[in-house]
């Protein structure tokens, strides 16, 4: 009995000294170890938990399960309602994984964390305790988000690339399909950009593309609107659930702007400052509307803006 209860010690002793930050639970929920670890992660102290179910307080700023939770309660299935990103083993009694941000309000900072958890078990099979382990990946997501940011963004202007582009509107065309609802595309031109590009030189050229960029990108008002650069000069803006008359006072919107802006373009016929030319389509796509035809309705909506004298909106009302 005394030997049971040395390593019985031994093993909490052991577990409060981890390096990993790591804490446990007995079969009714309550807070067994914190350790040192845990702390210095938390800012919360074993004192301050040690007794209590209050050990989301740690990581949320209002009361929710943590992994520890699910695992003690069997809630396998609930997993992925609370946790951006989990695996299971075959067994699910070997354990548990999974990440997710934490508000971390004690610390007052805001961390990705990689949490695992398993039960232990007596000899008789039955549960004594859960172990949660945590591990701060905050950086390393901070690294992978900004990675996925530049592989979405034109490297140039900030605004969507084009495949970033091409990904939205083929889901946007799914969506208003199956909602029956209009899209609208718009393409715009620089006026004489070429004219630009070879008197002021290709680095003031560059620098024109950034604010024509910025400002077109100040026009995305809602949420699920899409500024991006299709290409060179040529700039677009996905528009879901808008009709004719809304992308034309979008596009009327983009092409004002530019004009204010007021930049000197002594290579532009057509006024001597920076121009912008908006062609768009507005339809509820069916079943054999694909990307490349709604792509080539604006642009065929764009060359009748250029040919109309450029500095001009034309928006294709589709059927």
């Not at 939205?168 to 004489?192: F, G, K, Q």
């Not at 092409?255 to 930049?263: H, V």
């Not at 001009?312 to 589709?318: L, M």
Request: proline share 3%; charged share 30%.
């Amino acid at each position: 009995m005394k030997q049971d209860s040395s390593e019985h010690q031994f093993a909490i002793r052991l577990m409060e000294h981890l390096v990993v930050p790591t804490f446990v639970l007995d079969p009714s929920g309550k807070v067994i170890i914190w350790n040192k670890a845990c702390e210095r992660l938390t800012n919360v102290m074993a004192r301050e938990v040690i007794g209590t179910r209050d050990h989301w307080r740690a990581f949320y700023e209002e009361p929710r399960v943590c992994l520890a939770d699910l695992v003690r309660e069997g809630r396998m299935d609930a997993i992925e309602e609370h946790y951006s990103a989990a695996s299971l083993k075959k067994d699910v009694y070997d354990g548990v994984r999974a990440e997710n941000w934490c508000v971390m309000p004690c610390a007052e900072k805001r961390l990705y964390l990689a949490i695992n958890c398993g039960p232990i078990f007596d000899d008789d099979g039955n549960m004594i305790a859960i172990v949660e382990t945590l591990r701060d990946m905050t950086e390393q997501k901070r690294a992978e988000q900004a990675l996925q940011s530049l592989a979405h963004k034109d490297g140039l202007t900030g605004l969507a690339n084009r495949r970033s582009f091409d990904i939205s509107l083929e889901a946007d065309i799914l969506h208003a399909r199956r909602e029956n609802e209009p899209l609208s595309l718009l393409l715009c031109d620089v006026d004489h950009f070429k004219g630009y590009n070879d008197g002021y030189g290709h680095q003031q050229g560059d620098e024109c593309l950034k604010r024509i960029a910025e400002t077109i990108g100040k026009q995305a008002y809602r949420a699920n609107d899409l500024a991006a650069r299709y290409g060179g000069e040529e700039f677009a803006m996905i528009i879901p659930n808008s009709d004719s008359e809304g992308a034309k006072r979008v596009a009327e919107r983009i092409r004002q702007s530019i004009y204010d802006l007021n930049l000197e373009h002594k290579y532009n016929p057509g006024g001597q400052r920076v121009t912008i030319s908006v062609g768009g389509i507005s339809l509820v796509p069916d079943e054999k509307c694909e990307a490349a035809q709604i792509i080539e309705r604006a642009d065929q909506a764009l060359y009748r803006a250029k040919q109309q004298g450029r500095n001009q909106v034309c928006i294709d009302p589709h059927p």
